[in-house]
T-cell receptor
Framework: DAGVIQSPRHEVTEMGQEVTLRCKPI?????LFWYRQTMMRGLELLIY????????DSGMPEDRFSAKMPNASFSTLKIQPSEPRDSAVYFC??????????FGSGTRLTVV | SQKIEQNSEALNIQEGKTATLTCNYT??????LQWYRQDPGRGPVFLLL?????KEKRKERLKVTFDTTLKQSLFHITASQPADSATYLC????????????FGAGTRLAVHP
């Protein structure tokens, strides 16, 4: 298995632009998580899905952030409009029931 | 609110010694706790899971303990090697409403030859 696949690896965008981050979880994993990592705040859970259904989005910073999981093999995290404070590494992780999380390599987002 | 504390300063040890990392949590009682390793520029990698009814768990050179009275987990690496140098993250499961892992800030370990 190729693991959790995220794209792009790096994204540089101007303030106000829309940004879409993509994630392909491991086949057979029924839970998917989006995390954000910064030096100041560490790893923060933004949202997670169970069987493609959003379960807890209490970590989503504000209405500028949205996430979808249209099927078991694909999820997106969208920021519109982006702001410099959104600059961070965004990780997607998936998990089979009862196991540890498998993280992707992350997307390093820079908003200038 | 729930809080997780890990040694904020880097831990420097000599190759061959045992590294011990500490994770303390407050304001909740996790059903289980996980430990992850993170290398620069990479995502965290799952190492071990220990449940609240388990006192100790081992995997090769790794050992984790879980003291629910002290609200503390210890992570040990025996016979440490330079390749063990990384940041280690503690992640107790928070069960308030929705089950979710909350990660500590991590402790950076440097093993010197």
């Amino acid at each position: 298995d190729a693991g959790v696949i995220q794209s792009p690896r790096h994204e540089v965008t101007e303030m106000g632009q829309e940004v879409t981050l993509r994630c392909k979880p491991i086949s057979g994993h029924n839970s998917l998580f989006w995390y954000r990592q910064t030096m100041m705040r560490g790893l923060e859970l933004l949202i997670y899905f169970n069987n493609n259904v959003p379960i807890d989005d209490s970590g989503m910073p504000e209405d500028r952030f949205s996430a979808k999981m249209p099927n078991a093999s694909f999820s997106t995290l969208k920021i519109q409009p982006s702001e410099p404070r959104d600059s961070a590494v965004y990780f997607c992780a998936s998990r089979a029931q009862g196991d540890g999380y498998t993280f992707g390599s992350g997307t390093r987002l820079t908003v200038v | 609110s729930q809080k997780i504390e890990q040694n904020s300063e880097a831990l420097n040890i000599q190759e061959g010694k045992t590294a011990t990392l500490t994770c303390n949590y407050t304001n909740y009682s996790p059903a289980y706790l996980q430990w992850y390793r993170q290398d620069p520029g990479r995502g965290p990698v799952f190492l071990l899971l220990i449940r609240e009814n388990e006192k100790e768990k081992r995997k090769e050179r790794l050992k984790v303990t879980f003291d629910t009275t002290l609200k503390q987990s210890l992570f040990h690496i025996t016979a440490s090697q330079p390749a063990d140098s990384a940041t280690y993250l503690c992640a107790p499961l928070f069960s308030g409403g929705y089950n979710k892992l909350i990660f500590g800030a991590g402790t950076r370990l440097a093993v010197h030859p």
